[in-house]
């Protein structure tokens, strides 16, 4: 009986030292009924919180404070919430239409020279020569090339045909006509600027050009100053890091010289523009409408914006390694990055943002990218919300894409088609390419173009699980109103040049009148890529774009082909 009796007090004791002072003043058998009800009320609230953590742990992106834990109501309120964002498989209504921009008839490029422009046979001086040497990738050696032509005008001097950057990031081995129609490149200006091919020899003696560089947003007084003497004295000048070095001050006819050149001389080569047709024909076989997005979602992207995407201490130390290749670049907040709208969106929110904005989940999307940080994981949110997406290697194939994959210039040149033909076009930064295709779009015809309004958008992301569907859908809505690429939305003189090009972007007055009698859903009038109509006289131009800088909403990102030269001040 003893025994039993010992046997039934260390079951249900055990852990309780403190019985043992009990029992030693026998009042044992009194304690035994209430510390036997607070083993069963211990053992029930475990039970209870084993029962809530998988729901609490697999909410992992909605934050539960200390104090929701002892307030009953704000925890089953959060949990319940976790339920209420759906996300739907329709766009659902955005009271626009999705493909085209309103009044977008109204206003088209002009960039034809005005009579008294000097044409190049007045304007170029014997035995004057300019040489650059561009920088970066593909879309930020375009704007060298652009900027080029524009100061052998400014400076009364011949040409000659740019060098392209060979040494950057992406080691490309590719010369200019490899890329571009030189000889196209020649004729379509030799009004403006006399062009040659090679530097030729005074008399018997070859040229030596003077090297140096001009700082960056170098104006028409600057060129004369800082260039004029040397080509005096030496007869060529060869420009070295020549991307961004003209400013956004110019007159209007030289900024409408920049345009010819960017938007009808630099023509891809023939079989770069056959391959990229071919990717965009084989996409509109499979759907009338595609969107074109430019990702940038690579590793070397990611490092040099310093965010953080949850990868933990494997992707701080891949990042990190690749963030050494800028040694004059400094460390960053990550959440400060992330709320100051400077960091790509991630594909999965890439994703709610297209859908709170209106495309459906048959929408057929093209992404313009090198390889994903992540790879098909990091994809696959996007490819959850939109099942048809392509890319360059799921629409060619591999013997197709021979001649173009060794070389990232013709690759990007690849992406740039497909992305300038598609009916929208949705960057995820505000690097070169991004600014180049908005110009683009705008000048022929103000295609939509997206830009994710990613400091407003920030907040959004973090507290959606806060809100129903319908609640972040209207907000996300209303946070890109002045982002979505419609007629005037980036007031003349904002931004960068090849961005907003309001200087050869004019207004047609008469398509205005036609168009409160022409018949609905027809268009007034069709605009043919490469033309310029000579009647200018019923348009208004924009005029000059200035060095203002673009709004505090706006995006202002480089592309990591070019921090070289900006971390340095250059």
Same mark, same amino acid.
């Given at each position: 009986m003893k025994n039993k009796k010992h046997h039934h007090e260390?079951?249900?004791?055990?852990?309780?030292?403190?019985?043992v002072l009990f029992r030693r003043r026998g009042r044992i058998f009194q304690l035994i009924p209430l510390l036997s009800a607070l083993y069963g009320v211990i053992l029930l609230l475990f039970l209870f919180l084993s029962y809530l953590s998988p729901s609490i742990n697999s909410s992992h992106r909605h934050f539960i404070s200390r104090s929701s834990f002892n307030?009953?109501?704000?925890?089953?309120?959060?949990?319940?919430?976790?339920?209420?964002?759906?996300?739907?498989?329709?766009?659902?209504?955005?009271?626009?239409?999705?493909?085209s921009r309103k009044k977008s008839n109204f206003y088209r490029g002009c960039s034809i020279a005005a009579d008294?422009?000097?044409?190049?046979?007045?304007?170029?001086?014997? *035995?004057?020569?300019? $040489?650059?040497? &561009?920088?970066?990738?593909?879309?930020?050696? =375009?704007?060298?090339?652009?900027?080029?032509?524009?100061?052998?005008?400014?400076?009364?001097s011949v040409l000659v045909i740019p060098k392209l950057d060979?040494?950057?990031y992406w080691k490309d081995s590719s010369n200019f006509s490899e890329?571009?129609?030189?000889?196209w490149f020649i004729s379509y200006l030799s009004k403006d600027v006399k062009i040659i091919k090679d530097l030729p020899r005074m008399g018997n003696k070859l040229i030596n050009p003077h090297t140096t560089r001009v700082p960056r947003k170098c104006n028409a007084e600057c060129y004369k100053t800082r260039i004029e003497p040397i080509l005096n004295k030496q007869h060529a000048v060869r420009l070295t890091k020549f991307d961004y070095r003209l400013s956004n001050r110019l007159d209007?006819?030289?900024?409408?010289?920049?345009?010819?050149? *960017?938007?009808?001389? $630099?023509?891809? &080569?023939?079989?770069?523009?056959?391959?990229? =047709?071919?990717?965009?024909e084989r996409i509109r076989k499979k759907s009338k409408h595609f969107l074109a997005l430019h990702l940038r979602f690579e590793s070397d992207m990611l490092a040099f914006s310093g965010c953080y995407y949850g990868g933990g201490e494997k992707e701080r130390r891949e990042l990190g390694k690749i963030r050494k290749r800028w040694k004059t670049l400094h460390a960053r907040n990550p959440d400060k990055e992330r709320k100051n709208g400077k960091c790509p969106l991630t594909p999965e929110e890439v994703g709610l943002m297209l859908r709170a904005l209106g495309f459906d989940n048959d929408v057929h999307i093209y992404v313009a990218s090198g390889e994903i940080y992540g790879g098909e994981e990091t994809l696959a949110p996007l490819k959850a919300f939109f099942p048809n997406i392509y890319t360059k290697e799921t629409l060619a194939s591999r013997e197709e894409l021979a001649p173009f994959s060794s070389f990232s210039s013709r690759m990007a040149a690849l992406d740039?088609?497909?992305?300038?033909?598609?009916?929208?076009?949705?960057?995820?930064?505000?690097?070169?390419?991004?600014?180049?295709?908005?110009?683009?779009?705008?000048?022929?015809?103000?295609?939509?173009?997206?830009?994710?309004?990613?400091?407003?958008?920030?907040?959004?992301?973090?507290?959606?699980?806060?809100?129903?569907?319908?609640?972040?859908?209207?907000?996300?809505?209303?946070?890109?109103?002045?982002?979505?690429?419609?007629?005037?939305?980036?007031?003349?003189?904002?931004?960068?040049?090849?961005?907003?090009?309001s200087a050869c972007i004019c207004e047609d007055s008469n398509v205005k009148a036609r168009e409160d009698v022409t018949i609905p859903g027809n268009p007034a009038m069709n605009f043919e890529k490469g033309t310029d109509s000579a009647d200018d006289g019923a348009r208004r131009s924009f005029g000059e774009v200035?060095?203002?800088?673009?709004?505090?909403?706006?995006?202002?990102?480089?592309?990591?082909?070019?921090?070289?030269?900006?971390?340095a001040g250059l």
């Open positions: 260390a079951t249900v004791f055990v852990g309780f030292p403190i019985v307030n009953g109501k704000e925890l089953r309120k959060n949990l319940l919430e976790e339920h209420v964002f759906q996300v739907p498989m329709e766009g659902g209504s955005l009271n626009r239409d999705l493909w008294d422009f000097p044409t190049a046979q007045v304007n170029t001086l014997p *035995n004057r020569y300019l $040489l650059i040497a &561009t920088s970066g990738g593909l879309n930020q050696q =375009r704007t060298g090339i652009i900027d080029a032509v524009v100061a052998a005008h400014i400076l009364n060979q040494q950057s890329i571009f129609d030189v000889n209007t006819e030289l900024q409408k010289l920049r345009c010819r050149v *960017n938007y009808h001389a $630099l023509k891809f &080569t023939d079989p770069i523009i056959e391959m990229g =047709r071919k990717l965009v740039f088609i497909v992305c300038d033909e598609s009916d929208v076009f949705v960057s995820n930064n505000n690097g070169n390419m991004a600014r180049m295709l908005a110009g683009r779009r705008r000048y022929f015809g103000h295609k939509p173009t997206i830009r994710p309004n990613a400091k407003k958008l920030y907040k959004l992301f973090t507290n959606r699980n806060n809100m129903t569907w319908e609640e972040f859908a209207s907000h996300v809505q209303k946070h890109q109103i002045g982002f979505m690429g419609d007629p005037m939305e980036v007031a003349p003189g904002k931004g960068e040049f090849h961005e907003n090009p200035t060095d203002s800088y673009i709004s505090e909403d706006e995006q202002d990102w480089f592309d990591t082909d070019d921090i070289e030269n900006e971390v």
